[in-house]
């Protein structure tokens, strides 16, 4: 930054402020500051000769609002939230409300004319603000994230700060502890939020069909020019010889740009092995392991409260919440599938239970069934309650979004694939008067 900047502050810690204002003068810039809301308010309404401005949310969530009235006054400048750490709903909840940016406590002074020199080159017209905003919504769906755990906490506040880089990244974990959701967040927090999230499913596909879908000269997802980040899916599924063509792409990939180029996210089961020709070891990626539900018990309670809030909300069902008792039943389970399983268990759960609260005899029918004393767990499963209660909550889901078949599966947490066998098991159909019918 070779000229003289302003940038607008607002912090109510002195050790913040600090930072900031030392890492601006180094970089040549130069601090309006405000300590308090009035202060803040008398700026927003008295100052517009600055060029970027720097909203500490961290210590008090009603901060939030100046956010909010800052973007309304000024929707053409850059603003970065500063949040506490591991905070990744304060993030969302920033960028969400028009924040560019974001930096995790405690900010480091480098990292401070780093976010706001990426921040300034962003293009906020007008067009750009509308832009952003309907892209949002395509990501409503991101719940919050639950973490309050000491290793989730570590996972929380690594995601926050690879986000922000450039490095590719690996994700791995069981199945159904949330890879997609995290790769998904980790691309809603990061700078290429405005670019594309393309999603390949590695399993199952031939060397031949995999290339041609990255590589294919029409309509190939990998084009040398093309900025976007690239979601694999079942990673450890890929091919060496498809993993040699992926790291030869990554080599010649020579832009002068930071940020341009394509940015590659790895979903697997699987950590990679020491092989120098495993993709992800060659490219020098990042490896986040995700933990399974035993090792999240600290997070149970409000994970369930979470997940029946959203399943009351998509099925259009009273709000649900577990007695004591039914919790205490699910602490004793190792649920194979993790937060996956755990949420089919508390659907059929919520659908079943007539009353308010769920009880540990409505997890049994859903299909969680007591654990014999000194017995590994076994998920016992009654396959005519079961339909059942599959049957009335594909109906439900099917009505509440008017037969759309991809945002249904997506609310039920399967694929679209799998939806349509199940319509066509219990015999349903969307009819052209948006009503599931049988066929």
């Known amino acids: 930054m070779a000229d003289l900047r302003r940038f607008f502050v607002f912090s109510t810690s002195e050790k913040t402020m600090n930072t900031i204002a030392a890492s601006l003068a180094a970089a040549n810039g130069r601090l309006v500051r405000s300590t308090t809301e009035a202060e803040f308010r008398y700026c927003l309404q008295q100052i517009a000769a600055f060029d970027a401005a720097i909203v500490d949310i961290s210590a008090d969530k009603r901060h939030f609002e100046m956010v909010q009235e800052f973007v309304n006054h ?10 506490a750490p591991a905070d990744l709903n304060a993030a969302m909840q920033a960028i969400r409300l028009g924040a560019t940016d974001y ?3 405690p900010i480091l002074s480098e990292e401070v004319p780093l976010a706001l020199e990426r921040a300034m080159q962003l293009d906020l017209s007008p067009h750009f603000r509308i832009a952003q905003r309907l892209g949002w919504r395509r990501e409503r769906d991101l719940g919050p994230v639950v973490g309050s755990g000491e290793e989730m906490l570590r996972t929380l506040q690594l995601v926050g700060e690879l986000a922000r880089k450039e490095s590719h990244i690996l994700f791995c974990g069981e199945e159904g502890v949330g890879k997609t959701y ?21 399993a199952h596909k031939t060397s031949g069909d995999l290339l041609l879908e990255l590589f294919g000269t ?28 992926l790291a030869h792409f990554i080599e010649e990939q020579h832009h002068a740009v930071p940020g341009s180029g394509i940015r590659f996210i790895g979903l697997s089961t699987e950590a990679p092995d020491e092989a120098a020709e495993n ?22 309670p409000r994970l369930c409260q979470v997940l029946l809030r959203q399943i009351s909300e ?47 005899n409505a997890l049994q029918v859903a299909g969680l069934e007591p654990v014999p004393e000194n017995q590994p767990l076994q998920l016992g499963v009654r396959s005519m309650q079961l339909d059942d209660v599959e ?7 099917l009505l509440k979004y008017n037969g759309n078949v991809s945002r249904t599966a997506t609310a039920l947490g399967i694929s679209r694939g799998t939806l349509y066998n199940k319509m066509k098991k219990y015999g349903l159909a969307y009819s052209e008067t948006d009503s599931v019918v049988p066929r």
Not at 74 to 83: D, G, N, R, S, Y
Not at 279 to 300: E, K, T
Request: one cysteine or more; aromatic letters at 4%; glycine letters at 4%.
């Open 103 to 105: 930096l995790l406590q």
């Open 182 to 202: 995290f790769a998904r967040l980790l691309h809603f927090l990061s700078p290429r939020r405005f670019q594309p999230l393309l999603r390949v499913a590695c």
């Open 74 to 83: 000024f929707p053409t400048k850059p603003l970065i939230a500063i949040v």
């Open 314 to 360: 998509d099925l259009a069902l009273p709000e649900r919440e577990l007695q004591p008792e039914a919790l205490t039943m699910l602490r004793g389970h190792a649920l194979a599938g993790n937060v996956r399983e755990l949420n089919t268990i508390l659907q059929r759960a919520a659908i079943m239970s007539r009353a308010m609260q769920i009880e540990s």
């Open 391 to 397: 049957q009335v909550l594909i109906r439900k889901a």
């Open 279 to 300: 993709l992800f070891n060659r490219i020098g990626a990042s490896l986040v392991h995700l933990p399974n539900l035993m090792q999240r018990q600290a997070d149970l």
């Open 218 to 245: 029409r309509g190939g997802l990998l084009q040398p020019s093309y900025d976007a980040t690239l979601l694999l899916e079942q990673s450890h599924a890929l091919p060496v010889s498809v993993q040699n063509r």
